[in-house]
Structure formats: structure tokens, C-alpha cells
């Protein structure tokens, strides 16, 4: 019954910070034991995991994204938050949010964005 849905801008320019917004609903983002990923596709290529936020608020990085990802959660609003800064033109791709951190179980529809001036 989970169902994620993105949303935020899907054009960036070079330099400026991507920020995406996951919405949840028909679970809470805060249920014991459940992991909050971010996963993206750039054109021609494979997945590749960003980040995720833990059900008690602990955040995990890929080591090759770490120094410019961050992962953030409004319980209030039942939603967690992408940000990754400095962004470049390979940063294009599809972002996915998903429920899980090795396989995953729901997963949102997925936004394009990409990185132009």
C-alpha cells in the first residue's frame, strides 16, 4: 500500500544544488526498521544508489557522492529530501526515491532532471 511520489525542479543549472522532494503516503517514513533510498539512472546507464535515511533519522551515503549528497526528512509532512550540490551536466538522470537499501519494495515513478545552462 506504500506509494512514493517525487517532486522538485527537473531542470538545474551547472554549479547550483539539486533538490528533490520524495512524498510518502499509505506508511510512515518513521515505522521501525524501514530504510528511505534515493537511487538514480543517468542516459545509457545502470542505477546507481545515492543515500538513504534510516526510520530513526540515520543517514547513509555512497562513498562517491557522500561530500556532495545530503538526505533529510520532515515527519511532519511524511517526506524526505534529496540534496546534491555542485551539480554537473553528468549529474542528468532519472532520480528514483525508493522504500529499502539493498532491494526495495516500493519505488516512485521517477523525475528526469537535468543539469543545463
Known amino acids: 500500500q506504500v506509494q512514493l511520489q517525487e517532486s522538485g525542479p527537473g531542470l538545474v543549472k551547472p554549479s547550483q544544488t539539486l533538490s528533490l522532494t520524495c512524498t510518502v503516503s499509505g506508511g510512515s517514513i518513521t515505522t521501525n526498521y524501514y530504510y528511505w533510498s534515493w537511487i538514480r539512472q543517468p542516459p545509457g546507464k545502470g542505477l546507481e544508489w545515492m543515500g538513504a535515511?534510516?526510520?530513526?533519522?540515520?543517514?547513509y551515503y555512497s562513498p562517491s557522492l557522500k561530500s556532495r549528497t545530503s538526505i533529510s526528512r520532515d515527519t511532519s509532512k511524511n517526506q524526505f529530501t534529496l540534496q546534491l550540490s555542485s551539480v554537473t551536466p553528468e549529474d542528468t538522470a532519472v532520480y528514483y526515491c525508493?522504500?529499502?537499501?539493498?532491494?526495495?519494495?516500493?519505488w516512485g515513478q521517477g523525475t528526469q532532471v537535468t543539469v543545463s545552462s
Open positions: 535515511i534510516r526510520y530513526s533519522g540515520s543517514t
Open positions: 525508493a522504500e529499502g537499501l539493498l532491494v526495495y519494495d516500493y
